[in-house]
């Protein structure tokens, strides 16, 4: 759940600014980016990834290049652009990006797991598309979503925050990471609208219902593919059923 700073009392929004990205991928980005001096340099063949299930993702070199530009781009912004603050704190437990962000008027607070340090990079982006919504700047960075509210934005961002891991994944060799490497999965298989709305099914309970209404039998089809590639249910399966 996505909650302005106002609603967390006790947690104050001020403090220094910090990196966004963590090591190594931060060293391993930092380096392609400066390799050819004023330009990026290009990225080698992306790997091939793959679940303990068997089931694989090969990711397209193409693609990969248009992600790398906006995310080095991004990267620039959260590291200059002096108008607002990016405040990563480092948790125990694993949670998902929108489940702990806090967005300020110039200043966003967000979790990462400690465990997953690699992960920082995409929950940053998460809460940098976020607090540029909050200031009147999205459409520097998802100009087809400048507008958007609701579901419609939270399915843009987090579609933004998928491409980031799989550009770790693919391209700087970062270890996996179940909570998103399952987001990249299903977004890569066709399922993120199913994803987004069983995980946070309480969050857009009337998006949820429309879109099942609207797409017959493939929440079924999306709990037996999750089943069958990670081994157990959906994130949020149980107590989206119980609604």
Known sequence: MIRPASSAP????QGPRR???????????????????SGRAPLGPPRPLVVHS???ISP???RLEEIYEWVTAEDESIELDP????EPVAAEEATYPWETLIVGPDTTRYQFPRLAPDAQTSYSIYAHLHIMKRMGRLDEWLPDHADAEGYELERAIVSRVSDSWLLGRASFDTPPFDLLDQLLYAKEFGYLDEFLLTARSEEFAEER???????????????AWFRETFDRAPPGWEQARRR
Do not use: H, K, Q
């Not at 006790?10 to 929004?13: I, N, V």
């Not at 990196?19 to 001096?37: I, M, Q, Y």
């Not at 219902?209 to 709990?223: K, Q, S, V």
């Open 209 to 223: 219902d429309a879109w099942i209404a609207d797409n017959p039998g493939r929440m079924e089809a999306y709990e």
């Open 54 to 56: 068997g089931v694989r």
């Open 10 to 13: 006790g947690r104050s929004m």
């Open 83 to 86: 108008s607002f603050w990016l």
């Open 60 to 62: 397209d070199p193409e």
């Open 19 to 37: 990196s966004w990205r963590p090591l190594p991928w931060a060293l391993l980005l930092a380096l392609a980016t400066s390799a050819c001096g």
